[in-house]
């Protein structure tokens, strides 16, 4: 009998609906760390959330043949352990796409009104209309990596009059982006964006790729907002940038360090917005991950169709 092994509460009507569609299969939910290794042994799929698997772990694991992740960045799994065994790796690609994208249109629309200035003055009962009321219609987006989120930020941004131009590893047109450069090219976006969304996953190719170089090709009207993975900026260089005012404003979902220190200059500074890695939080996740589950279940079972989501273990996402 094939074992499925869950290390995190799906709530019980998802498990229900788990173990209705896995006819056949030992359905075991372990939320307990210590119990885990015991349980993985004799697995043959994982379905994981936000919990690391070290190598060593996988290659007691004989029996494993796939892993279904529901976050979209893997990178905290044994990619190279993974690849070497053939073990198929799904993630949870696509769940986060509508609430990211809200946030994404939100930190722009905030950005032009100058919110962050106005919550500020409302914390000391200030009564300040100096502040500047732009708008992000006709302004130029440019989205660093163009996936599934990447995508739908541009469908949206289009629709509020904004051009987007963006970079992608393997650059082809897509839907309501003008141009899109590869990432030998990226100094394009930032030399002609107003708004710039990195979305950049982690990975040994994009550990801190954006810094001072990119940052001072920026105007200093633009802004800079980071929801792919903190690793890919190079943090001292953007708080220079942010203390010098050589770029406008930055909000920020992802740090190099999380949570974030303390005695990060980013608390202070009045041109930032930060907020606690929550941009792909919704109280909605787990029912948009449950269908992935159940569509790659499906055709993992049957052995027909094509499983969503399947992870490019050489790229890492």
């Known amino acids: 009998m094939k074992k499925i092994l869950v290390d995190f509460d799906l709530g019980n009507e998802r498990i229900e609906k788990l173990k209705k569609n896995s006819s056949g299969c030992d359905v075991v939910i372990c939320t307990d760390r210590d119990l885990f290794a015991e349980q993985f042994r004799d697995t043959e799929i994982l379905i994981t959330f936000l919990n690391p698997v070290a190598p060593e772990m996988i290659d007691r694991a004989p029996k494993l043949k796939w892993i279904q992740a529901l976050m979209t960045g893997v990178d ?6 993974i690849r070497k065994r053939g073990i198929i790796l799904t993630s949870g690609r696509g769940i986060h796409k509508l609430y990211m994208t809200e946030y994404a249109i939100a930190a722009m629309v905030n950005l032009a009104r100058h919110f962050h200035l106005m919550f500020r003055n409302q914390m000391e009962a200030r009564w300040d209309r100096s502040a500047p009321q732009g708008e992000i219609y006709g302004s130029t987006l440019g989205i660093l990596g163009l996936g599934s989120i990447g995508r739908e930020i541009a469908k949206r941004a289009s629709c509020f009059g904004m051009r987007v131009i963006g970079a992608k590893r393997t650059p082809h047109p897509i839907e309501c982006v003008e141009q899109v450069y590869g990432f030998g090219e990226m100094k394009e976006v930032f030399r002609q964006s107003d708004y710039i969304i990195n979305l950049l996953p982690d990975t040994p190719q994009t ?7 990119y940052f001072d090709l920026m105007k200093e009207t633009t802004c800079f907002i980071n929801m792919g993975r903190g690793t890919t900026v190079k943090e001292a260089d953007l708080i220079e940038a942010l203390q010098k005012k050589t770029i406008r404003a930055l909000v920020s979902d992802v740090f190099a360090v999380e949570p974030l220190p303390a005695d990060s200059p980013l608390w202070t500074l009045d041109n930032a917005i930060l907020t606690p890695h929550i941009c792909g939080v919704s109280l909605k996740y787990m ?6 589950i159940l569509r790659n279940l499906e055709v993992y079972l049957t052995g027909s169709g094509t499983m969503e989501s399947v992870v490019d273990l050489a790229s890492g996402y």
């Open 76 to 81: 905290m799994l044994p990619l190279d352990t």
């Open 207 to 213: 550990r801190e790729v954006i810094n001072k170089e």
């Open 287 to 292: 029912d948009r991950g449950m269908d992935i």
